[in-house]
């Protein structure tokens, strides 16, 4: 097999154009902060972190939420959380505004790719140390941030792309020899919808009677993966697979699927990315045929290596999540004891 992509990326970075005059963080959303403003940066043990998260889009995202402040609250780091509601110029903000408090550590989850330099700067100049935690940034200077912790997301499409491949044959509903695609992209400019996409297409090339039809974002949600599905049936009758950048797509596809009449897993294949629990259902009724397992349950290893970089340990620049694939029969397995 293929696989294998494992440092951040860093290439050529845009300018964010982003005005942040009028973004306050009080409009950034919930701003957990339970006190101690002492602890940040002060002269005591404790550890202060700020946390800028991508938002509340899917159950990926609420279980790693969970799993940042249960960690937090277990190791007794003082958490300032902010959930920046799909949105960069918040997430920049709250960045900032943990700049201004002085927090021990700063940790994000970066809701696309490119326009971080500038802020990073900012607080490397301020002695801050930060922790990519999810999703990587595009920079050329690895200097801005200690390490990177999440999932191979290329590695993920290749997982999903390498089961349609060893079961090509059983989804050319049709029978015309050819299998038609479509693809639900995660948002636009993520890292996880750029490589999710990147290591499918890279597999099914092996397998030329594959063909991705139509791609389009979905940003990650219930919503709006059954309404770009929605629209792509009106359009296409012959749509044999359905892959999704994650759980949630997919069930807002099967919802789409059944309302037109057709039987989700049998007329059209589904492949996802995340296994949640509510994925794993879906999987485990015959609803959704193969997902590719994303952990979220990042906060403990999260706690460990904040308390490495404030105490001016090294660390690993890269910490690659381990996971796993889940078919029909494995999810009916784990779902008794899945925890998210
Ligand atoms: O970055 C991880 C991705 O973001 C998850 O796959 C998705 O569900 C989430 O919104």
């Known amino acids: 097999m293929i696989w294998r992509k494992t440092v951040a990326k860093k290439s050529l970075i845009a300018a964010s154009a982003i005005s942040l005059g009028a973004v306050l963080l009080s409009a950034c959303g919930d701003d957990s902060d339970s006190g101690n403003d002492a602890a940040g940066g002060g002269g005591d043990d404790s550890i202060t972190m700020g946390f800028a998260q991508v938002g509340a889009e899917s159950g990926w995202r609420t279980a790693n939420t969970k799993s940042v402040q249960d960690s937090a609250k277990a190791e007794g780091i003082e958490l300032k959380f902010t959930d920046a509601q799909g949105k960069q110029e918040n ?14 550590v700063i940790a994000f989850s970066p809701v696309v790719e490119t326009g971080w330099d500038a802020v990073l700067q900012e607080a490397k100049a301020a002695n801050i140390p930060v922790i990519l935690t999810d999703r990587a940034v595009d920079s050329e200077d690895d200097s801005l941030y200690e390490t990177f912790l999440g999932s191979d997301f290329v590695l993920e499409g290749e997982q999903a792309g390498q089961w349609l491949v060893d079961n090509a044959a059983d989804a050319d509903a049709n029978g015309d020899g050819t299998i038609n695609v479509i693809q639900l992209e995660g948002t636009t400019g993520a890292a996880p919808a750029l490589d999710r996409a990147e290591g499918f297409a890279s597999t099914i090339e092996a397998e030329p009677t594959i063909e991705v039809t139509a791609s389009q974002t979905g940003d990650f949600t219930r919503d709006g993966g059954k309404q770009v599905m929605e629209s792509f049936l009106q359009s296409d009758d012959t749509i044999e697979v359905v892959y999704a950048h994650n759980d949630d797509m997919g069930l807002g596809a099967i919802e ?37 397992e994303c952990n979220p349950l990042l906060g403990p290893q999260l706690m460990d290596l904040a308390k490495k970089v404030v105490a001016g340990e090294e660390v690993e620049p890269r910490v690659v999540t381990e996971e796993t694939t889940f078919t029909q029969e494995q999810a009916k397995a784990a779902l008794p004891d899945r925890q998210y």
């Open 256 to 292: 789409a699927i059944e309302a037109a009449g057709k039987t989700p897993g049998q007329d059209v294949k589904i492949i996802t990315v995340d296994a949640v629990k509510d994925g794993m259902t879906a999987l485990a009724e015959g609803k959704i045929n193969f997902i590719v």
């Open 91 to 104: 997430q920049i903000a709250a960045i900032r505004s943990y700049i201004q408090q002085k927090v021990d």
